[in-house]
């Protein structure tokens, strides 16, 4: 930013806000956020909630219909939820309760469909590396762990780590405030960060743990080795997650993703949709 002459967009609140929203402006709101203040620090973080809330919307809907199974119209359901209610059989069935003088409906049942997927609580958690090569993936894990946060079959967990672990679970209602709680780069130590989540695992058969790392292990890698198997071995489903974006574009420790593979962890470079279709087929 020095160098090119850039600090304005750090100071000047009128200029950032000229600008427009977008993924590669929150990339650099979310590295140089440590400059800024004030006025500017919320004018940026105002951009920020723009550029998320509009991810969120494009992503949520097929999340939803991944994750909660398909609607069954023969299958009452106690979730009360409009997305759920079934209009024809709700006027069908109050038909006989019709005000003909005020000429209107009077309803006093309303009938819901069921889900074909079981409201049983899943537990997701999801650790995500925060250094600087990690930028988009830390992005989209956010909005993605907000979404899943939002849904009735999901308990979710997420954090963030380099040499030490920040648990953002109880920040989820708001991925904004989770993205610029984001201090982006630093050393790696994660093993350290897969032990923490072991003890957010508390039924290793309906739980999925997802790690989002490069691999480059910052600390001796066998450390990371164990960690990662005794996860399996407890049970639990083990994502690798060397990518979570729309790019594709990734580089990673592939001697240690396939390490990790071998073992029988799943290692892929996926798409939000993705990991949203993979937990899906997980529930089912």
Known sequence: MDRYGLTELLTD?????????????????????????????????EIVRTVVEELRRKLES?????????????????????RNLNFKQTITKNLKNYDRTKRRFVIDRLYFDGNIQPHNKWNIIIAVDESGSMMDSVIYSSVMASIFYRLNALRTHLFIFDTQVVDLSDRLEDPVDVLMSVQLGGGTHIAKALRYGETLIDNPGKTIYILVSDLEEGYPIQQMYKACKDIIDAGCKL????????????VYNKHAAQTLTNMGAHVAAITPNELANWIGEIMT
């Open 13 to 45: 609140k009128k200029l950032l806000e000229s600008l427009e929203p977008n993924m590669n402006l929150l990339k650099n709101i979310m590295q140089f956020k440590g400059r800024m203040k004030g006025d500017v620090l919320r004018s940026a973080k």
């Open 62 to 82: 097929q999340t939803r219909a991944s994750i909660m199974g398909k609607r069954s119209r023969y299958t009452p359901s106690s979730v009360r939820s409009l």
């Open 239 to 250: 994502l690798v997650l060397t990518a979570l974006d729309f790019n594709g574009d990734t």
